[in-house]
Nanobody
Framework: QVQLVESGGGLVQAGGSLRLSCAAS????????VGWFRRAPGKEREFVAA????????RYTDAVKGRFTISRDNAKNMVYLQTNSLKPEDTAVYYC?????????????????WGQGTQVTVSS
């Protein structure tokens, strides 16, 4: 089992950047694909980005392509989400999740372990 802790959220103006971090405190992190999801007020949790176990494959939702970059450092048990050119509609609680699979899931159902989330607020 793996435990996940997100950090790096905050309040930023539109056009700004934040680097979100996901730390694994237990387990062998390199054996799990990892995804980032977000939930905006009044909306369902949605997929943002995901990365394969080795980091060689990534996936993004269309809304963040070209602005967000997911990466990982397995030696440090860390996954990152670099968010650039932030927009007010990016405001949400951001969650990282790990999947007990070989494939890289892009739905919430594909993930088995979740962090508690970190708040990102983008002001206009």
């Amino acid at each position: 089992q793996v435990q996940l802790v997100e950090s790096g959220g905050g309040l930023v103006q539109a056009g700004g950047s934040l680097r979100l971090s996901c730390a694994a405190s237990k387990g062998t992190f390199s054996t799990y694909p990892v995804g980032w999801f977000r939930r905006a007020p009044g909306k369902e949790r949605e997929f943002v980005a995901a990365i394969s176990r080795s980091g060689g494959s990534t996936r993004y939702t269309d809304a963040v392509k070209g602005r967000f970059t997911i990466s990982r450092d397995n030696a440090k048990n860390m996954v990152y989400l670099q968010t650039n050119s932030l927009k007010p509609e990016d405001t949400a609680v951001y969650y990282c999740a790990a999947a007990r699979s070989i494939e890289v899931p892009t739905t919430t159902y594909g993930y088995d372990y979740w962090g508690q989330g970190t708040q990102v607020t983008v002001s206009s």
